[in-house]
C-alpha cells in the first residue's frame, strides 16, 4: 500500500491560456514530487468524457473550477529522492 492520494487541478475557466498553466503546475508538480522520492501518475481517461468533467467540477469544485488534471501521488517503490545537482 503506498498511501496514495488523489489531487485534482482546476482552473477558474477553461481557456487556451488556463489549461496551458495548468499544465505547467502539473509539470512543477511532478518534477517537485519526484525530488522528494513521490511517485504520480496522471489518470487523463475521467477528464476525457464532458460529462465527467462536469461531475468532477461539481463535486470536486463545487462548480467553481474548471478541472484540468488528475493526478494520484503516493510513495514510490524506491523511495529515495533525487541527489541535487
Known amino acids: 500500500d503506498d498511501d496514495a492520494v488523489m489531487l485534482a487541478l482546476g482552473t477558474d475557466s477553461d481557456t487556451d491560456v ?23 501518475c496522471p489518470p487523463t481517461e475521467p477528464l476525457r468524457d464532458t460529462r465527467d468533467r462536469l461531475a468532477l467540477a461539481c463535486e470536486v469544485f463545487d462548480g467553481e473550477a474548471q478541472p484540468q488534471a488528475l493526478i494520484r501521488l503516493g510513495l514510490n517503490a524506491i523511495g529515495d529522492p533525487l541527489s541535487a545537482l
Not at 24 to 35: I, K, P, Q, R, V
Request: no cysteine; proline share 0%.
Open 18 to 40: 488556463t489549461r496551458l498553466r495548468a499544465g505547467e503546475a502539473l509539470s512543477d508538480l511532478t518534477l517537485s514530487a519526484a525530488a522528494l522520492g513521490l511517485a504520480t
